[in-house]
């Protein structure tokens, strides 16, 4: 299977190869505050180059097993990280579903950027690999999120008591999912 290579309006997605780890390692340390209370708590290792590397290379290996698509947004010029778009967990089989999880740097929020991205990558995974089910989960505090989702046309699904440790709580999530309404037996 080729990487992906998808054109949105405003960006690129693809998959990092390892040797870009310096995009990976830059876009976190640029938005560190700005993720943290929304992400798990990060150790230090986090941010080095090392701890990327590995990151991207694993990422890879995930992409050909079809276990997952860590899509990252670049900028028109493909020199910069401004947002990712992972898909995990993807199952075959009888469920044909996975996990959607994304985040923009800090000084690209409220531009449409988001949803840009992450449709481009639903389309990619419905398309491409046939997917029935893509689950996005997110904190209720989480207004933008709650309102990404909705334009994306998920729908709430269930709630969940502590179901994530996130920055070093655990913390209720809604649950939420988009069908695949063109979805085939293949």
Known sequence: MALPHIKTART???????????????YH????????PWEPR?????????????????????????QAVNLVALDASGARVIATC??????QGMFQACHLGYSIDEAYQGQG??????????????????LHRIMANHMPANLRSAALLARLGFEREGYARDYL??????????????LNPAWAPR
């Open 86 to 91: 992972n898909f995990t967990n993807i199952v």
């Open 12 to 26: 690129q997605l693809t998959i990092l190869p390892p040797e870009r780890a310096d995009l990976m390692l830059d």
């Open 42 to 66: 990060r150790d230090p290792d986090f941010y080095t180059l090392g701890c990327w590397f590995t990151r991207l290379r694993e990422s890879y290996g995930q992409f050909f097993a079809g």
């Open 29 to 36: 340390q640029r938005n560190r505050l700005h993720l943290a």
């Open 165 to 178: 440790m996130i920055n070093g709580q655990w913390e209720d999530h809604v649950l939420t999912s988009l």
């Open 113 to 130: 950027l988001m949803q840009e991205v992450v449709q481009g990558g639903i389309d990619y995974l419905f398309a491409e690999l046939g």
